[in-house]
């Protein structure tokens, strides 16, 4: 079955500085790869996706690339703000009828 | 919010008992998840259900049980047989035929007294 890796764990950046978030997934047939962020003690939402036949995608201030290759697709956030902080997960799914595969998620946080 | 609704948000649990923990959603989505989330970890997935009346086991499906009487309803029963139930328990809900936004209840938060 699917595994996603996540990289790191925790990540600490000062305000204003840029932020990467790595994933790695091991099912080359996986096809759609959300990034969920969870602020604590809240329900983890949905921020940015990217599907196979993309490979990049920008909304604002987050981007996500794809490598479909190495298979690894890595989140970006430029000009990090105090409420970026927040644990975030990514997840790898191959389709109908499956179901998604979870990262274990990174802590990010931005000090002011 | 709102959408998907999970109930109670806490829920304490006398060691031997089984608990049911509510999820519902009004999205019209076909597929449904139950999530294990402990702390400082992931996600592991439970049980998922794509459509009523069928659902399969997750990574960690022993000591649970779920049922899809209904599209709008999955229910997660958390049985003794679970010996380590204390967690924070998330539902989510996808549309179901392609690989869409995957949107999550805020949580129930399990503990065994």
């Known amino acids: 079955g699917e595994n996603v890796e996540q990289h790191p764990s925790t990540l600490s950046v000062q305000e204003g500085d840029s932020a990467v978030i790595k994933c790695t997934y091991s099912?080359?047939?996986?096809?759609?790869f959300p990034w969920y962020k969870q602020e604590l003690g809240k329900r983890p939402q949905l921020i940015i996706d990217?599907?196979?036949?993309?490979g990049e995608k920008k909304d604002q201030r987050i981007a996500v690339t794809l490598n479909k290759t190495a298979k690894h697709f890595s989140l970006h956030i430029t000009e990090t703000q105090p409420e970026d902080s927040a644990v975030y997960f990514c997840a790898a799914s191959r389709g109908y009828g499956q179901n998604f595969v979870f990262g274990p998620g990174t802590r990010l946080s931005v000090l002011p | 919010d709102g959408g998907i609704t999970q109930s109670p948000k806490y829920l304490f649990r006398k060691e031997g008992q089984n608990v049911t923990l509510s999820c519902e959603q009004n999205l019209n989505h076909d597929a449904m998840y139950w999530y294990r989330q402990d702390p400082g970890q992931g996600l592991r997935l439970i049980y998922y259900?794509?459509?009523?009346?069928?659902?399969q086991k997750g990574d960690i499906a022993e000591g649970y049980s779920v049922s899809r009487e209904k599209k709008e309803s999955f229910p997660l029963t958390v049985t003794s047989a679970q010996k380590n139930p204390t967690a924070f328990y998330l539902c989510a809900s996808t549309l179901g035929p392609q690989n869409t936004e995957a949107f999550f209840g805020q949580g129930t938060r399990l503990t065994v007294v």
């Open positions: 099912d080359s047939a996986s096809n759609y």
């Open positions: 259900s794509q459509i009523v009346n069928d659902f």
């Open positions: 990217i599907r196979s036949n993309v």
